[in-house]
């Protein structure tokens, strides 16, 4: 049997402009190429996951009646995902326009909402109904911290089921969300934000909040977790380094060229479901999590073949 994965959060429009460097302000410059795609945090880890075969994937998201919204449903069962939408009517789905810059692949984002709100704890349970179906629930911290806390506690006391969250701004609710979810994964900027500067500094830092494990992510430095009830399993590969018996770090990997770092994180934070479903070990879970995420640099958009799992270890 497949292992049920629900991911509730934001989906959107990206519309990726490629240019050869960033523009300087009040100029104009010539595009390279224009992409359109689905993305947001809820629709680019689906993506990823959809790609899993031994996975079942639900998600459940807010979207606006447009055409766009419909293509999102159609595209998404295509590959086999259950759609659970929220429709708002007469909003336009969120867009983002994104300028790619080949010569640093930096990614500037600009994102507008379209009048569409975020996603309630009434609605998600009025589109999905049975919480207890899924062996892993993941969540996004939207703008409605708040709301968000109350539907982390529901998807606790509603199920059996491990609760990751992702957190890449500081919003209301955010201290004690750490101790409601099992698997809150922070990036780097909110690290920044509150005055860290590395991953064992971020882990030692925000662990005092945490009820079970947490999960820092740095881009170039990699990625480390923080678990509660200690004896991390060891591991002999060179990139995983454990810093007690409560703490591993798994360094980057090496990608010679990136082509496309949009939707990495979220390709991190997929792979991370995916091997904590099929029951992997924390450093290997960490491991093929930061892969899965040099792997999708090396590609153009969320639609890629999936390494095979010794590669990925």
Known sequence: MKNKILVIGNICKDVIYSTSSYPAEDCKVKALSKVIRIGGNAGNVTSVLSRFKDCSVECCVKLGSCQFSTSIISDF????????PTVQPECSIPE???????????????????????????EVIHAVHDLGK?????????????????????????????????????????EEILSVVDFPIISKEVCKELGYTSISDSLAGLSKFARHALIVT??????????ATGHVDPSSHPKIH???????????????EIVD??????TFTAGFIH?????WSL???LLSACNLASHKLKHHGMIFDIPPRHIMQ
């Open 77 to 84: 069962e295509k590959h086999g995902v259950k759609v659970s």
């Open 96 to 122: 983002s326009v994104v300028i790619h810059s080949e010569e640093t692949s930096s990614r500037t984002c600009l994102h507008y909402r379209g009048g569409c709100d975020d996603l309630t704890v009434d």
């Open 134 to 174: 899924f062996k892993w629930i993941h969540l996004e911290h939207r703008r409605n911290g708040l709301e968000v806390l109350r539907l982390a506690k529901l998807a606790k006391s509603a199920s059996n089921a491990t609760v990751s969250l992702e957190i890449e701004k500081i919003r209301d609710g955010f």
């Open 218 to 227: 740095w881009a170039e430095q990699g990625a480390g977790i923080w678990y």
């Open 242 to 256: 454990k810093l007690d018996d409560n703490t591993i770090l798994c360094e980057a990997f090496q990608v010679d």
């Open 261 to 266: 770092s949009i939707g990495a994180g979220d």
């Open 275 to 279: 091997a904590s479903v099929q029951g």
């Open 283 to 285: 450093p290997e879970r």
